[in-house]
């Protein structure tokens, strides 16, 4: 299923902009350009009319020959930007279309294998066998391209503002649990709960921990010991938790574990407070840990190897 959305969601960027004039015979594919062919289920030329740089809304169902590879119906979606400038140079067709109208397009798949890496393509598609790309579009709504504009400016507003406040919930965080350590040259701070006098975390070693990570809210998001964050199941005393284990140094976890968790001893508990740029920054992770979010991890190093 990852492989079909994967595919299908760079198809859309491309191929799946394939809309043109209408058809005086709606029972048969109509050429557009060489391997390209449509046919208008449903006309609507009274609805608003696509410009270039708008963003289509509505349904789409893409198949090879009569197998389906993507299918978001009964799920309005953003599905296609009206870019003339797509490689395969038929997306200019795209603005010709309104709202309210549903077409089909068959493209040959040979001609889409040329723009996409092999492994990009279904799995059933067969070099030279003829097979044939299938888009059926219903498209019930336009986001204008100001509109996409004003979005993007927004965003980029309210990211500045996380970026700005973040310091400041750091401070807040600190001074609301009288945390007196001061944090190091990347802004992390390391608080030592329970000194442990086992083994040195020291860059390679294999280290296990458990751990529990929260948002500066209290939110836990990930731990290994007090709940299953990917599920939102409540942390159950029968069950057996198991240490979380990666090595030092490879980039198995964010930076701020490496900084915070180096030359720490076995039996050590401590907590990480730890800033977005040592973490995930302006990307966040998901849906659990926004953008420019400090988190907080309470961590126990269980072993070193």
């Known amino acids: 299923m990852k492989h079909n959305m994967k595919w299908a969601a760079m198809v859309v960027a491309g191929a799946a902009m394939m809309f043109a004039c209408k058809s005086e015979n709606k029972e048969e594919y109509q050429p557009l350009s060489e391997g390209l062919s449509y046919m208008i289920e449903k006309e609507n030329p009274s609805g608003q009319q696509v410009q270039e740089g708008d963003l289509l809304v509505g349904e789409m169902t893409v198949k090879l020959d009569d197998s389906v590879i993507f299918d978001t119906k009964g799920k309005v ?32 798949a040979d001609l889409m294998a040329k723009y996409l890496n092999p492994n990009q393509m279904p799995p059933k598609y067969k070099a030279g066998s003829g097979q044939k790309i299938y888009y059926r579009i219903n498209l019930q709504d336009i986001v204008t391209r100001n509109e996409l504009m004003q979005e993007q400016s927004n965003f980029e507003e309210n990211m500045q503002q996380m970026a700005q406040e973040e310091p400041e919930e750091i401070a807040k965080y600190v001074a609301d649990n009288k945390i007196t350590v001061q944090p190091n040259a990347d802004g992390l701070y ?82 990480l407070i730890i800033p977005s740029k040592e973490a995930y920054g302006s990307r966040g992770a998901g849906n659990r840990i926004p953008p420019y979010s400090p988190l907080v991890f309470d961590i126990e190093i269980v072993s070193v190897k």
């Open 77 to 108: 979606q953003r599905i296609a930007l009206a870019n003339p400038n797509w490689e395969v140079k038929v997306g200019e067709g795209l603005t010709k279309m309104h709202v309210g109208e549903i077409a089909t397009f068959a493209l040959d």
């Open 190 to 271: 390391i608080v030592v709960k329970k000194k442990g006098n086992g083994p040195k975390v020291t860059m390679g070693k294999q280290v296990s921990v458990n751990y529990t990570g929260r948002l500066l809210d209290g939110t836990i998001f990930d731990s290994s010991v007090e709940s299953d964050a990917r599920t939102g199941n409540v942390y159950d005393a029968r069950r057996t938790y198991e240490p979380f284990t990666f090595q030092i140094g490879a980039g198995q976890v964010i930076p701020g574990w490496d900084n915070g968790l180096l030359n720490q001893t076995v039996g050590t508990t401590l907590q």
